[in-house]
């Protein structure tokens, strides 16, 4: 579907026309169509057309690192529609990107009360984990890390998985636990990789690698970084190496 056709579809309104071409722009990567397009679906006067326009221009915020205005974007739609359990995901995701730890900690509680799908259920109890690290309660975010990795598994989604073990590593590493935050890093580096996620399990490898090269282990911290740039040169993901 290219973004010609989709603005030329006929049997709908020139609004959802719009928010149909804004929304397929933004899977494209093409922000600058995406933004244009939901300004336009923007002004329409249904409700639902509005706020998928709105959610639109905040990804775009976002992307654009604009945060404190996809803040504002999300901000404005949860009070338009407070039962709405991926808004106030996407709200605490934002508000964590910003720093706004006990915010975004709350924000990600509240969706999770709401009725939401398995993928804002993850999010925001993510978002949760990570707010709470970032405010040195290690132990509440231990436990809402285990909680990411059940859901994960329950989902069945190696990729998530995969993602949940990187991040409890994370939480071994900050607390100084070395070996684990490796065990648990190379598990979540080799499930991304069998879920076709080889951006994540770059970082998770170079993680890895990060702490072997502290710990005075260089040949496996070589080893480490040279899946890592492996794993980045299959993905297309461009990179750059500097002494």
């Known amino acids: ?43 329409s006067r249904d409700p639902e057309l509005r706020r998928r326009a709105v959610v639109c221009l905040a990804r775009c915020a976002q992307h654009a690192g604009e945060v404190a205005d996809a803040a504002d974007l999300l901000s404005g739609l949860v009070s338009d529609f407070p039962e709405d359990a991926s808004l106030r995901a996407a709200l605490a995701k934002v508000l964590l990107a910003q720093g706004r730890f006990s915010q975004a900690s709350a924000e990600a509680s509240v969706a999770l009360g709401l009725e939401g799908d398995s993928d804002v259920r993850f999010s925001a109890t993510e978002v949760k984990a990570l707010s709470l690290l970032y405010s040195g309660q290690e132990e509440e975010a231990a436990t809402c890390f285990q909680a990411l990795l059940s859901l994960a598994q329950a989902d069945g989604d190696l990729r998530l998985v995969g993602r949940a073990q990187g991040l409890r590593g994370m939480l071994a590493q900050s607390q100084g636990e070395l070996r684990e935050a490796i065990s648990l890093y190379r598990d979540a580096a080799a499930k991304s990789l069998a879920s076709g996620a080889l951006h994540a399990a770059a970082v998770f490898d170079l993680n890895t690698a990060t702490i072997q090269q502290r710990t005075a282990n260089y040949a496996e911290a070589l080893l480490s970084l040279q899946g890592a740039l492996r794993h980045l040169q299959h993905s297309g993901t461009p990179f750059e190496l500097a002494a």
């Open 1 to 43: 579907l290219c973004l010609r056709s989709a603005s030329c579809m006929t049997g709908a309104s020139i609004s959802e026309h719009a928010a149909i071409t804004a929304e397929v722009a933004l899977t494209t990567g093409d922000y600058a169509g995406a933004s244009q397009f939901a300004e336009k679906a923007q002004r």
